[in-house]
Structures are given as C-alpha cells and as structure tokens.
C-alpha cells in the first residue's frame, strides 16, 4: 500500500488549498481514511475522516472550512481547504486502515492510532 500526498505550498490567510492523496497497491473504496496534521514538537493530529460509506468527521477547528472526499474511480483522496489561517500551517499527511480494522465507534476515526498506512506529508504553510 502506498500513500502519496500532493498540493502543499504557501497561501495567504484566507486562501484556498485543495491537498490530493493518491493511494495505489489497494482499492481506496475498501479503506477508511483519514487526513492528519503535525507542527515540530507537536503530537500529529486528526483533521478529517471519512469511512467506507462515505461518512465523514472533522476536528472542531476545521469544521465548516475543510472538506474531505474521495473519488474510489481515481482512487484519491482529498482534502478541500478554504478560509485558510496561520494556524493551520502543518505538514499534513493522508492515512488508511482496512475496512475491518475501522474503529466501530465513527468518532473514534479522526485518532491516528487507528491508522496503518501514512504518506510522506506535504507541507501547508499559511503566511502573508
């Protein structure tokens, strides 16, 4: 299984990024997935998950401004965020766990110790 991310860059506050993740190996539609954030010297948090039925969960900071969403044709997953701010400059990664090792509990999903398979990251940086 591999995760590949792209579409990091620097942006305005403000802006607009939308970040890819482009799985091969699997089919993405079999797999829960999940995006995540991480700064230097922070612990690497949950941003957004989305489940095998396509339902989807947000960390409270991003709700209503991020949107996550997958094409099981392309199998990619994706990451459409708007009214970007300095704080959520991170290295973000994109995340998979098989459908039977999904947690039961949906709220349970945005938690990166669920996750079996990481990508590399890639750099959002939100400055004027």
């Known amino acids: 299984v591999q995760l590949v991310e792209s579409g990091g860059g620097l942006v305005q506050p403000g802006g607009s990024l939308r970040l890819s993740c482009a799985v091969s190996g699997v089919a993405s539609s079999t797999y829960c997935m999940g995006w995540f954030r991480q700064v230097p010297g922070k612990e690497r948090d949950g941003v957004a998950a989305?489940?095998?039925?396509?339902?989807?969960n947000y960390e409270n900071s991003v709700k209503g401004r991020f949107t996550i969403s997958r094409d099981n044709a392309k199998n990619t997953l994706y990451l459409e965020m708007n009214s970007l701010k300095p704080e959520d400059t991170a290295m973000y990664y994109c995340a998979a766990v098989p459908r039977e090792e999904c947690p039961i509990l949906f709220r349970l999903l945005v938690l990166p110790q669920w996750y079996k398979y990481w990508g590399q990251g890639t750099q959002v940086t939100v400055s004027s």
């Open positions: 989305i489940d095998i039925d396509d339902k989807t």
